[in-house]
């Protein structure tokens, strides 16, 4: 109502319930304005109202979800108030699908369980599903704020309430019931400027508690269904690891690289699986990123990859363990740049031990590349790319093919570079985390010998240094004995 007038009306709406304004009692009393069965059914409506002494609402009317205003609601509203705005593909999509009028039938479970993943869409596939498919029925309440008398004109019709209830049974009203909040305003853009405020409030009949009770019992048997269901379409073949196996994924990804001479870097990378460890024969162990562009970060020049991989290993654990700390997979990779007439160069080689304890890690790891004396070789590198490089990734640590006590890098001349970024989320399936017995216990203590031969290598030399030194002390006390006994025999 206007602040100041006693202009006020008050109506009791119900869901889709049909209350004709002004303009639509003028329009359809006359048959032959009438085109569609709808408009012939108002006509009749409309008639029945006026013989029954009129309706009783004036300023207050509805839409409902069949009304042509409901269906071009949608396709008139804008993102933004530019006046210049041009609808998007996904918005012409939205508002002309006809959400309200689709019908879901219902599908086998074994139908639907070999579609859940639709592995290669093709593009009509995805024009088709790109849109919201929830069937909705929409309801709007108006509000004629014209001049008393001047009822029935467009320009002064504005949405009170919209209404929207979808086939899951999710009721949306905007705006929200007044509640304790103060009365909604509308202000008139007229000569005027006349303000109306209204308020909208829940009237419906509280449920009774026989009828709530039997609702939530339909509710707890929906729920019992859909979890059987669900359960249905996802089945229960999952694969298990066998006692004394541990799986271990890594959903890794390559975060950034840098600190590095040049630009345009990528990174070439492989994994290392020791002795006891597999792989399924489809898993890709290596894999080279995209070549990046840098952007100054602070003083740094920074190349963000965001390059994701996936890595799935078994340990099988075997009797030799026992004697021997296991070793825990390596991740080998190198930096390398290329340049605008294709000339590529080593930036740096690194090596990461994948952490053995589960969750989210994030890593960065510097790294190193050899370097030759003199200014000729800078000079080659500069001009016409190349550098020295590594026969063997694996020199970064020990070497794969090394088979000697000691490994001498004396003479090998190297430059520190720069660092790359890792970021990894470890998941680790095992049957001894989820029993009791002995077999557990094993697991977790190779898990523990893991866990700090991948914190820090150095702790893993130190105590097969120390094994080794143990090894040699009771072979000298074995011989001693022997040469003791040998001794005290000759004497007597």
């Known amino acids: 109502r206007p602040a100041g007038d006693d202009d006020e009306e008050e109506a009791e709406v119900g869901w889709q319930e049909k209350l004709f304004s002004q303009f639509e009692v003028d329009l359809f009393q006359n048959e032959s304005a009438c085109q569609t069965p709808l408009d012939r059914q108002y006509h009749e409506e409309i008639r029945k109202l006026e013989k029954a002494g009129g309706r009783k609402n004036y300023r207050i009317f509805t839409y409902t979800d069949h009304d042509r205003f409901t269906n071009l609601e949608?396709?008139?509203?804008?993102?933004?108030?530019?006046?210049?705005?041009?609808?998007?593909?996904?918005?012409?999509?939205?508002?002309?699908v006809r959400r309200r009028r689709q019908e879901r039938r219902p599908i086998e479970a074994s139908s639907l369980k070999s579609k859940i993943i639709t592995w290669e869409p093709s593009e009509e596939f995805i024009k088709n599903n790109h849109v919201i498919n929830t069937p909705v029925q929409t309801m709007y309440i108006m509000g004629d704020l014209g001049p008393y008398g001047k009822l029935g004109r467009k320009e002064y019709e504005h949405v009170l309430c919209t209404?929207?209830?979808?086939?899951?049974?999710?009721?949306?009203?905007?705006?929200?019931?007044?509640?304790?909040?103060?009365?909604?305003?509308?202000?008139?853009h007229g000569e005027k400027r006349e303000v109306w405020?209204?308020?909208?409030?829940?009237?419906?009949?509280?449920?009774?508690?026989?009828?709530?009770?039997?609702?939530?019992?339909?509710?707890?048997?929906l729920y019992t269904r859909h979890k059987e269901y669900i359960s249905g379409l996802v089945g229960s073949e999952f694969e298990t690891t066998l006692p004394g196996t541990l799986r271990l994924f890594v959903n890794g990804e390559i975060v950034s690289a840098q600190g590095y001479e040049y630009d345009n870097l990528y990174v070439h990378f492989f994994l290392e699986l020791p002795n006891q460890w597999s792989s399924p024969a489809s898993q890709q162990l290596s894999g080279v990123t995209q070549t990046c562009a840098t952007k100054t970060v602070g003083w740094d020049k920074v190349a963000y990859f965001c390059y994701l991989f996936t890595l799935e290993m078994f340990f099988t654990q075997g009797?030799?363990?026992?004697?021997?700390?296991?070793?825990?997979?390596?991740?080998?990779?190198?930096?390398?740049?290329?340049?605008?007439?294709?000339?590529?160069?080593?930036?740096?080689?690194?090596?990461?031990v994948l952490p053995a304890s589960p969750g989210v890690h994030m890593l960065t790891i510097p790294t190193w590349r050899?370097?030759?004396?003199?200014?000729?070789?800078?000079?080659?590198?500069?001009?016409?790319?190349?550098?020295?490089?590594?026969?063997?990734?694996?020199?970064?640590?020990?070497?794969?093919?090394?088979?000697?006590?000691?490994?001498?890098?004396?003479?090998?001349?190297?430059?520190?570079?720069?660092?790359?970024?890792?970021?990894?989320?470890?998941?680790?399936?095992?049957?001894?985390?989820?029993?009791?017995?002995?077999?557990?216990?094993?697991?977790?203590?190779?898990?523990?010998?893991?866990?700090?031969?991948?914190?820090?290598?150095?702790?893993?030399?130190?105590?097969?240094?120390?094994?080794?030194a143990r090894r040699r002390m009771q072979e000298a006390r074995e011989s001693l004995s022997q040469d003791l006994i040998s001794t005290s025999a000759s004497a007597l």
């Open 74 to 96: 949608e396709h008139c509203q804008k993102v933004t108030d530019s006046d210049h705005e041009v609808p998007s593909y996904l918005a012409e999509r939205m508002a002309n």
């Open 197 to 221: 405020k209204y308020t909208i409030e829940n009237v419906s009949v509280q449920v009774q508690p026989e009828e709530e009770e039997r609702e939530q019992h339909m509710l707890r048997d």
């Open 319 to 352: 009797d030799e363990s026992e004697e021997s700390l296991p070793q825990w997979p390596v991740l080998y990779f190198e930096v390398l740049s290329l340049d605008f007439w294709q000339r590529y160069r080593v930036e740096g080689y690194g090596s990461l």
């Open 163 to 188: 209404i929207k209830v979808d086939s899951n049974g999710v009721i949306t009203v905007k705006p929200d019931f007044t509640g304790t909040k103060e009365a909604y305003r509308i202000e008139l």
């Open 370 to 468: 050899p370097v030759e004396l003199g200014t000729v070789a800078e000079l080659r590198r500069f001009f016409i790319g190349g550098s020295p490089e590594l026969e063997d990734l694996t020199y970064v640590r020990i070497p794969s093919t090394f088979k000697g006590d000691r490994l001498s890098r004396f003479g090998f001349r190297t430059e520190t570079t720069g660092s790359v970024t890792f970021r990894l989320y470890c998941l680790q399936q095992s049957k001894a985390f989820l029993e009791t017995s002995g077999m557990r216990q094993r697991m977790q203590s190779v898990l523990d010998q893991l866990g700090d031969f991948s914190q820090q290598s150095s702790v893993y030399n130190v105590l097969e240094a120390f094994q080794r």
